[in-house]
């Protein structure tokens, strides 16, 4: 089947770096890719959607300097947390829309801690 | 703009128990909706879907999930749970290009005692 790699899958840093969380398809392409936040013991919330070529589109509230989302080939979108503080430690999951059947794939997420 | 509520938090069910997990939806049109399984620490994986057609839909490991566009909801069901079967279970609605910019409900934890 589909399938959608995050890297890395658990991240260590300190308050007021930036951290880079890469999703890729590894066998298929996905023009449209999805990122969410879901905090401990809660639901996901859709931050963005990152399309192939353009801007992304964020979701209201969710601060696009803060979250830098770069989708630069089919294959590929990155989320970089910049400046991060420790209320952005979470649990973040992409998911990748496939381009030929419109099905759409989860990643196994990344979980950022921020000292 | 749509939602999704999952009215139970937790629940518990013994092995080998039916199982019935509730989703109300709120939606202005019709609805693409999603049931999804998280294990701890991993992503989610599609156990079913509903976009169109019969109500009754059928998915992964056993679950199905019946659309009922009169009462809002898209209740998954087990006839026989498996010890390996607990986890986290996200309902979600889909909007946009494929119904895929998904809106998800507050999860529902099933535990499964021996």
């Known amino acids: 089947g589909a399938v959608v790699s995050q890297h890395p899958s658990w991240v260590i840093c300190k308050s007021g770096t930036s951290v880079k969380i890469e999703c890729r398809s590894l066998d298929f392409q996905a023009t449209t890719m999805f990122w969410y936040r879901q905090f401990p013991k809660q639901s996901l919330m859709l931050m963005a959607t990152s399309n192939e070529g353009s801007k992304a589109t964020y979701e209201q509230g969710v601060e696009k300097d803060k979250f830098l989302i770069n989708h630069a080939s089919l294959t590929l979108s990155t989320l970089t947390v910049t400046s991060a503080h420790p209320e952005d430690s979470s649990f973040y999951i992409c998911s990748a829309q496939r381009v030929d059947t419109g099905e759409l794939f989860f990643g196994e997420g990344s979980r950022l801690t921020v000292l | 703009a749509q939602s999704v509520t999952q009215p139970d938090i937790h629940i518990t069910v013994s092995e080998g128990a039916s199982l019935e997990l509730r989703c109300n939806y709120s939606y202005g049109a019709t609805p693409y909706l999603f049931w999804y399984v998280q294990s701890p620490g991993q992503g989610l994986q599609l156990l079913l879907k509903?976009?169109?057609?019969?109500?009754l839909v059928q998915g992964i490991k056993g679950f199905e999930a019946e659309f009922k566009r009169s009462q809002s909801s898209f209740n998954l069901r087990k006839p026989s749970v498996h010890w390996s079967d607990a986890a986290e279970y996200f309902c979600a609605v889909g909007a946009g290009n494929a119904g895929n910019m998904l809106t998800f409900g507050g999860g529902t934890r099933l535990m499964v005692k021996p």
């Open positions: 509903y976009f169109s057609g019969d109500t």
